[in-house]
T-cell receptor, first 112, second 112 residues
Framework: SQKIEQNSEALNIQEGKTATLTCNYT??????LQWYRQDPGRGPVFLLL?????KEKRKERLKVTFDTTLKQSLFHITASQPADSATYLC???????????FGAGTILRVKS | DVKVTQSSRYLVKRTGEKVFLECVQD?????MFWYRQDPGLGLRLIYF???????EKGDIPEGYSVSREKKERFSLILESASTNQTSMYLC???????????FGDGTRLSIL
C-alpha cells in the first residue's frame, strides 16, 4: 500500500545553516507533494506544493525538489533561524481518490 | 485569509458518550476533511466531504460518522466514544481537490 516516510529522528542544526528534510514514498507515484509546517498545539500550515513534472520549487528561503526516480522529495530551508523550529509534514496525493496521505513529520530544531 | 474554526480546543468525555466535534470554514471551500493525529502515526484521514450532504470514508472511519448540512460546517460524530479515540482531531478545508488544505488548530479529545 502507499506509504509516505519521513525521518522520525529530530534534525538539530545551527542557526545560519541549511536544513534538509527528506520525504520518501513507496509503492506508487504521486501526482504532487505538499509540505506543511506545524507548531506545537497548532494545526499544520501549507508551505509549498510541487507536481511530478516539476523538478524544483522555491519560495523565499524554502526550496523543495521532487525526484521521481529516487521516489523522494527534499525540503530545504536556507539560512535557518530559531523561528524555523517546528515539525514539517510531507503529504502526497493518494494513489486512489482525491485525498492526501501524510508522513509522520520531522521535528526541526534550530539552535542559536 | 482562510479561517477554519474548531469549536473546542480541549474536550474530556466518558466512554460510551456520543461526542460532537464541530468545524466551520469561512472561505466557501468545497472540500472539508477530518483527521486524527497521533504521535508517530501522523495525520490519518477519517472522513471527507466534497459537497454539501456528500461524504466519503477516509482511511479510518470505524467508530465515526460525519454530517455536512451546510457548506461551511462539517461535524465529526463519535457514536459511542472509546478510550482508543483519545487523540488530537484536526479539521481542514480546501477550495478544490488538489489545492492546499487549511487547518484548524485542533481539538484535543480525551476519553476517560
Amino acid at each position: 500500500s502507499q506509504k509516505i516516510e519521513q525521518n522520525s529522528e529530530a534534525l538539530n542544526i545551527q542557526e545560519g545553516k541549511t536544513a534538509t528534510l527528506t520525504c520518501n514514498y513507496t509503492n506508487y507515484s504521486p501526482a504532487y507533494l505538499q509540505w506543511y509546517r506545524q507548531d506545537p498545539g497548532r494545526g499544520p500550515v501549507f508551505l509549498l506544493l510541487i507536481r511530478e513534472n516539476e523538478k524544483e520549487k522555491r519560495k523565499e528561503r524554502l526550496k523543495v525538489t521532487f525526484d521521481t526516480t529516487l521516489k523522494q522529495s527534499l525540503f530545504h530551508i536556507t539560512a535557518s533561524q530559531p523561528a524555523d523550529s517546528a515539525t514539517y509534514l510531507c503529504a502526497a496525493r493518494a494513489e486512489y481518490g482525491n485525498k492526501l496521505v501524510f508522513g509522520a513529520g520531522t521535528i526541526l530544531r534550530v539552535k542559536s | 485569509d482562510v479561517k477554519v474554526t474548531q469549536s473546542s480546543r480541549y474536550l474530556v468525555k466518558r466512554t460510551g458518550e456520543k461526542v460532537f466535534l464541530e468545524c466551520v470554514q469561512d472561505m466557501d471551500h468545497e472540500n472539508m476533511f477530518w483527521y486524527r493525529q497521533d504521535p508517530g502515526l501522523g495525520l490519518r484521514l477519517i472522513y471527507f466531504s466534497y459537497d454539501v450532504k456528500m461524504k466519503e470514508k477516509g482511511d479510518i472511519p470505524e467508530g465515526y460518522s460525519v454530517s455536512r448540512e451546510k457548506k461551511e460546517r462539517f461535524s465529526l460524530i463519535l457514536e459511542s466514544a472509546s478510550t482508543n479515540q483519545t487523540s488530537m482531531y484536526l479539521c481542514a478545508s480546501s477550495r478544490l481537490t488538489g489545492q492546499p488544505q487549511h487547518f484548524g488548530d485542533g481539538t484535543r479529545l480525551s476519553i476517560l
